[in-house]
């Protein structure tokens, strides 16, 4: 092959793989749209407010203090991000160790939102750390093994691998690595059950690290249950996640999901629901029995009374009403509004116990900086062009025919 014929056929690469067959100003032309205009502006503002956040410190961006050192970064990036993102453990776990073969439609795509909620999670983490290179140091310099803050430095950071070895599936197959594509095959499950193993220790460790903060924690939120119910809440929030999720995606890239895939939709989404459901009932329960083992019932009569009792009845029993009407009717929409009140319910949570409810009783209360909230408004839109660019080019949301038979 000479120097020519090389350079058309990468040309060609480029093209059909990147620019999905357009020329580029074909492909410039297709981007003009009020979707991409928006938070292509909203971008453009953001990218300086994160670089302005790593040369100016966190005294100048945030409102974070020693008094108040966790803030909306913690408790929507981190807390929220990676409750809402164990979809892909749930759907994975089901498909490759339970054999619930008629979840497969819907593997790759909780993956990928998995992989990128956990990423950018991590990636949020790096703006809130006050010395934002010395991350890798729980790994390598100071191993605090009976630390529950280096378990969950530890989980993260293998379950982010062990979830990039699953995305890697339709990675291979969109560059048609036939062979190292079935190396990657083999390797899946196995990641499949250490992720499982992972996500187990680092979503309940995330919950205990409020253990060591009794008189800081409000007592309506501080329980030793705190382990269980971030577990137990975690799952419902990223069955939720997945059914919204997919909601959108067959909204917006329906043209790319097979006709047998659309027929089947409404029926796993029903089935979803019903995960979704018991996993909820799991943790009302929980937090009643929390609630009743703390006796903290007398602070019921009080403004973070009325606070607690929004988060429990509106957004887990009132979902939990729902998701049943939905089971009994057999109607898919109601399940997608269930998930819909769910995931706005693990936010209301964990900012809740992240910033609400902690250090109740201070003097001085932290409310997020401006800045907090376009660097995490920020972290949402890249993760969305990411999620989009992704589906746009790769096999995400149907099946190339050349490797069914390795699925």
């Given at each position: 092959?000479?120097?020519?014929?090389?350079?058309?056929?990468?040309?060609?690469?480029?093209?059909?793989?990147?620019?999905?067959?357009?020329?580029?100003?074909?492909?410039?032309?297709?981007?003009?749209?009020?979707?991409?205009?928006?938070?292509?502006?909203?971008?453009?503002?953001?990218?300086?407010?994160?670089?302005?956040?790593?040369?100016?410190?966190?005294?100048?961006?945030?409102?974070?203090?020693?008094?108040?050192?966790?803030?909306?970064?913690?408790?929507?990036?981190?807390?929220?991000?990676?409750?809402?993102?164990?979809?892909?453990?749930?759907?994975?776990?089901?498909?490759?160790?339970?054999?619930?073969?008629?979840?497969?439609?819907?593997?790759?795509?909780?993956?990928?939102?998995?992989?990128?909620?956990?990423?950018?999670?991590?990636?949020?983490?790096?703006?809130?750390?006050?010395?934002?290179?010395?991350?890798?140091?729980?790994?390598?310099?100071?191993?605090?093994?009976?630390?529950?803050?280096?378990?969950?430095?530890?989980?993260?950071?293998?379950?982010?691998?062990?979830?990039?070895?699953?995305?890697?599936?339709?990675?291979?197959?969109?560059?048609?690595?036939?062979?190292?594509?079935?190396?990657?095959?083999?390797?899946?499950?196995?990641?499949?059950?250490?992720?499982?193993?992972?996500?187990?220790?680092?979503?309940?460790?995330?919950?205990?690290?409020?253990?060591?903060?009794?008189?800081?924690?409000?007592?309506?939120?501080?329980?030793?249950?705190?382990?269980?119910?971030?577990?137990?809440?975690?799952?419902?929030?990223?069955?939720?996640?997945?059914?919204?999720?997919?909601?959108?995606?067959?909204?917006?890239?329906?043209?790319?999901?097979?006709?047998?895939?659309?027929?089947?939709?409404?029926?796993?989404?029903?089935?979803?629901?019903?995960?979704?459901?018991?996993?909820?009932?799991?943790?009302?329960?929980?937090?009643?029995?929390?609630?009743?083992?703390?006796?903290?019932?007398?602070?019921?009569?009080?403004?973070?009374?009325?606070?607690?009792?929004?988060?429990?009845?509106?957004?887990?029993?009132?979902?939990?009403?729902?998701?049943?009407?939905?089971?009994?009717?057999?109607?898919?929409?109601?399940?997608?509004?269930?998930?819909?009140?769910?995931?706005?319910?693990?936010?209301?949570?964990?900012?809740?116990?992240?910033?609400?409810?902690?250090?109740?009783?201070?003097?001085?209360?932290?409310?997020?900086?401006?800045?907090?909230?376009?660097?995490?408004?920020?972290?949402?839109?890249?993760?969305?062009?990411?999620f989009r660019f992704v589906v746009n080019r790769m096999p995400i949301l149907y099946r190339l025919p050349e490797y069914?038979?390795?699925?």
């Open positions: 092959m000479n120097g020519k014929t090389a350079a058309m056929t990468i040309q060609g690469w480029i093209k059909e793989k990147i620019f999905m067959g357009k020329t580029i100003p074909e492909y410039m032309k297709s981007m003009f749209t009020p979707f991409n205009v928006i938070t292509g502006l909203f971008l453009a503002f953001g990218i300086p407010v994160c670089i302005w956040r790593f040369l100016a410190g966190l005294g100048a961006t945030t409102n974070l203090s020693d008094t108040n050192p966790w803030g909306l970064w913690l408790g929507f990036d981190m807390f929220t991000g990676v409750a809402i993102a164990t979809g892909g453990f749930v759907v994975g776990t089901a498909f490759y160790i339970f054999g619930a073969r008629d979840y497969k439609p819907l593997v790759r795509p909780a993956v990928l939102t998995g992989f990128l909620g956990y990423f950018f999670a991590i990636v949020g983490l790096f703006f809130d750390l006050g010395r934002p290179w010395r991350i890798y140091y729980p790994f390598f310099v100071s191993l605090g093994t009976a630390s529950v803050l280096f378990l969950v430095a530890e989980h993260l950071a293998l379950y982010l691998m062990a979830q990039f070895v699953e995305i890697l599936e339709p990675i291979t197959e969109w560059l048609g690595l036939k062979k190292i594509r079935k190396i990657i095959g083999k390797l899946t499950v196995v990641a499949i059950i250490f992720g499982a193993v992972l996500v187990t220790g680092h979503q309940s460790a995330l919950g205990a690290i409020y253990l060591i903060m009794p008189s800081r924690l409000h007592p309506l939120w501080y329980s030793t249950f705190i382990p269980f119910l971030f577990y137990i809440s975690a799952i419902a929030g990223g069955i939720a996640m997945l059914v919204v999720e997919s909601m959108i995606s067959h909204k917006v890239f329906g043209h790319k999901v097979s006709h047998e895939d659309h027929e089947k939709f409404d029926r796993l989404t029903l089935g979803l629901g019903k995960a979704a459901a018991i996993a909820l009932i799991t943790y009302f329960g929980l937090k009643v029995i929390a609630i009743a083992h703390s006796r903290t019932w007398h602070y019921f009569n009080s403004t973070y009374g009325t606070i607690f009792l929004i988060e429990l009845l509106g957004f887990v029993l009132f979902p939990i009403m729902v998701y049943y009407i939905a089971i009994v009717s057999g109607s898919a929409k109601l399940v997608r509004v269930a998930s819909v009140i769910t995931v706005i319910g693990i936010f209301f949570n964990r900012i809740n116990i992240s910033i609400v409810a902690l250090n109740w009783d201070a003097p001085v209360r932290y409310t997020p900086r401006w800045s907090e909230y376009v660097v995490s408004l920020t972290l949402i839109v890249i993760a969305i062009w990411i069914e038979e390795e699925h």
